[in-house]
């Protein structure tokens, strides 16, 4: 009778670790939103306007939709991010990436839920120097990340991501050449899942 009940208390413990576990895996259907803080390094060579401040930081945020236990898409962004040109001035850079994301552990019982994505980015340019035009951007975008599942709905993530940024400078209606911004962004943050 004793090792009936040890068997059974195992058993149930057993199911409940399964079921917890299987609870933190990304499947289909799953929502998400992401928040954080990044860093954003530009090329050095930045083409028609050489002097690109790089290092830049900003809040960023996000979210996403799992059609399928691997795959998903996300819509991110950050806020304004400030960069100096040549010492003096400062231009203002607002990405929006639209990704298809990979997940190889989705669906599988494991807190940690890396992924890669690809996909396009858009950059809007504001608050030029008075006479200069920079054009808005279209570009790919690629992306690796990792979450780590601290409950079933909170994760701690962590992220890459690099964007082929040009924008074409006018100054006084006059085209002088192509910027290549080409932003590296490095950040971390926490995930929401629902």
């Not at 795959?71 to 607002?94: A, F, Q, Y």
Request: proline share 3%; aromatic share 8%; glycine share 14%.
């Amino acid at each position: 009778m004793r090792t009936t009940r040890l068997i059974t208390a195992a058993a149930i413990a057993a199911s409940c670790a399964f079921a917890s576990q299987a609870a933190l895996a990304y499947s289909a259907g799953d929502t998400f939103v992401r928040g954080g803080f990044a860093k954003s390094d530009t090329r050095s060579d930045n083409g028609a306007v050489d002097g690109i401040s790089s290092g830049e930081t900003g809040f960023t945020f996000g979210a996403g939709y799992l059609f399928h236990d691997n795959i998903g898409v996300e819509l991110n962004s950050s806020e304004k991010i400030e960069h100096t040109l040549n010492g003096d001035d400062t231009i203002d850079r607002m990405p929006v990436n639209l990704l298809v994301n990979y997940y190889p552990l989705g669906g599988l019982d494991s807190r940690v839920q890396p992924y890669v994505g690809a996909g396009l980015n858009y950059t809007r340019f504001s608050g030029e120097p008075e006479g200069v035009d920079a054009r808005r951007s279209y570009g790919a975008v690629g992306q690796v990340g990792v979450d780590l599942a601290i409950t079933e709905n909170l994760m701690l993530n962590g992220f890459a991501n690099y964007a082929d940024v040009d924008s074409r400078i006018s100054v006084d209606g006059e085209r002088i050449g192509t910027a290549k911004v080409d932003p590296m962004t490095i950040g971390g943050g926490v995930t929401l899942r629902f």
